[in-house]
């Protein structure tokens, strides 16, 4: 069992810049990718970003340059470090891990709202 709790979201201006936060507790150990995702209004839930144990990136087209993901170690909390803020970017959004078991079980957190707005 893993939970996650994220932070930082809140409004910006375009142009802006925000740092996203997401801790896991528990099994935390037993995770081997993270992510962020995000949901705009009346839109589907997107990747933005994910990192692996082994400290692999993949971005979203739409972020590469602008947004970055990190994490220490495993015991950290996982950031999404977001520059260059748009409209666009304005959504929901959710810390993602899936674990290494057979099953590549997934936990979600409850998400945090960025809004980018003048």
């Known amino acids: 069992q893993v939970r996650l709790v994220e932070s930082g979201g809140g409004l910006v201006q375009p142009g802006g810049s925000l740092r996203l936060s997401c801790v896991a507790s528990?099994?935390?150990?037993?995770?081997?990718?993270m992510g962020w995702y995000r949901q705009a209004p009346g839109k589907e839930r997107e990747l933005v970003a994910l990192?692996?144990?082994?400290?692999?990136?993949n971005y979203a087209d739409s972020v590469k340059g602008r947004f970055t993901i990190s994490r220490d170690n495993a015991k950290r909390p996982v950031y999404l470090q977001m520059n260059s803020l748009k409209p666009e970017d304005t959504a929901v959004y959710y810390c993602?891990?899936?674990?290494?078991?057979?099953?590549?079980?997934?936990?979600w957190g409850k998400g945090t709202l960025v809004t980018v707005s003048s």
């Open positions: 993602n891990a899936e674990l290494r078991d057979p099953g590549r079980t997934i936990y």
């Open positions: 528990g099994s935390i150990f037993s995770i081997n990718v």
């Open positions: 990192i692996t144990s082994g400290g692999s990136t």
